[in-house]
């Protein structure tokens, strides 16, 4: 069940899993229209072994609140988000999971507040920009000029209405701010690297995704691991949401991770 939290003077929609008995935290930062539901299969099961999670809806979309203010889905808007929130929570230097759109926020999240955090792990997502994607420039053009509710009859009642999650897809997609994601889709374009920086904090890092991701090429991600010197998992039998495809496993490789450090 979501609550709502004032911060930036606005409501945010979060989910939190609590375990029986808390050994750490983790915030969960989901994706380009995505949602904090992304998490609903991996979240229980990290609060089962004993992890404390968070994750809400990024600012705009689902059920948090639209924004009034100019600069409100500026990447350093939805960082700071992050890092309110968890303060927010009394969450004790969370390990951080940003998965794709959310790699770039939690990337931006780590290189302006580095003590807040425990660790990244940036989940089928990249170092900058998205390459190579011409849906996303459809997308930019779409935003523009639709409702988020014409866009989907209009783009993705057709191609969504026999997926297994379809209400909730439209609930969410409807539900969002136009001007929030005709931001979010711009970050994808134009995300510079902060690689360098993160690097340079020394915080650890994870970088994993599935074995048949179609966002960020994998080369891309494998380079992005070399150059921050981090280990890198391969999820196999997973796309680009391992966090739904291959859950059980997905928690094992984090789990693995957040518990050697």
Not at 106 to 126: H, K, M, N
Not at 168 to 182: E, G, I, N, V
Request: hydrophobic share 35%; proline share 6%; with cysteine.
């Amino acid at each position: 069940m979501a609550t709502f939290v004032d911060i930036q003077g606005e409501k945010l929609a979060v989910e939190i899993y609590e375990p029986k008995a808390r050994i750490a935290d983790v915030v969960l930062v989901h994706g380009f229209t995505g949602s904090k539901e992304d998490f609903n299969l991996i979240g229980p099961l990290l609060a089962d072994q004993g992890y404390r999670v968070l994750t809400f809806d990024n600012r705009g979309q689902h059920e948090s609140a639209h924004s009034k203010r100019e600069d409100a889905y500026e990447a350093g808007s939805l960082a700071r988000d992050v890092v309110e929130l968890a303060q927010h929570h009394g969450f004790e230097k969370p390990h951080l999971l940003g998965h794709s759109f959310g790699g770039l926020v939690s990337q931006r999240a780590v290189a302006d507040s580095p003590e807040t955090f425990a660790s990244l792990t940036i989940f089928c997502s990249g170092p900058h920009w998205i390459p190579d994607k011409p849906d996303l420039e459809a997308t930019i053009e779409i935003m523009k000029t639709m409702t988020m509710q014409e866009s989907w009859d209009r783009f993705k009642e057709e191609t969504d209405k026999l997926l297994p999650r379809y209400e909730l897809y439209k609930k969410r997609w409807t539900a969002s701010d136009p001007r929030s994601t005709h931001t979010m889709a711009l970050h994808l374009q134009n995300a510079q690297p902060l690689i360098e920086k993160i690097a340079a904090t020394k915080i650890p890092v994870h970088v994993i995704y599935g074995e048949n991701d179609d966002a960020w090429p994998l080369a891309m991600q494998d380079q992005m691991a070399q150059d921050l010197s981090a280990p890198r998992t391969i999820i196999k039998g997973a796309g680009h949401c391992p966090n739904e495809d291959q859950p059980e496993e997905t928690v094992k490789v984090l789990t693995n991770f957040w518990s050697s450090l």
